[in-house]
Nanobody, 124 residues
Framework: QVQLVESGGGLVQAGGCLRL?????????????MGWFHQAPGKEREFVAT????????RYADSVKGRFTISRDNAKNTVTLQMNSLKPDDTGVYYC?????????????????WGQGTQVTVSS
């Protein structure tokens, strides 16, 4: 069992930045692929970024490439999403997710554990 708690959301102007963090419980954090997903108001949850167990393999949605960076610290059981050059379309709830195994995935159904989410609002 893994419990995930996101933090770092808030209100920011377009062009600004935010740093989201996800703290994971348990002693086997390094066994999980981690991901971030975004749910805009009235829309389905969408993939943002994923990272494998040692940080050597990452994948991003086209909409965030060059703006967002995912990283992890297995010693601290945390995964971070650095979000730069934010746009109003980035507004929504951001969820941290964990997936057993070694292969990164952009498919939400392949993740086993989810956090409660943190709200990000980007004003124009």
């Amino acid at each position: 069992q893994v419990q995930l708690v996101e933090s770092g959301g808030g209100l920011v102007q377009a062009g600004g930045c935010l740093r989201l963090s996800c703290a994971a419980s348990g002693r086997t954090f390094g066994n999980y692929v981690m991901g971030w997903f975004h749910q805009a108001p009235g829309k389905e949850r969408e993939f943002v970024a994923t990272i494998n167990w040692d940080g050597g393999n990452t994948r991003y949605a086209d909409s965030v490439k060059g703006r967002f960076t995912i990283s992890r610290d297995n010693a601290k059981n945390t995964v971070t999403l650095q979000m730069n050059s934010l746009k109003p379309d980035d507004t929504g709830v951001y969820y941290c997710a964990a997936r057993r195994g070694l292969t990164v995935s952009s498919t939400s159904g392949e993740y086993d554990y989810w956090g409660q989410g943190t709200q990000v609002t980007v004003s124009s």
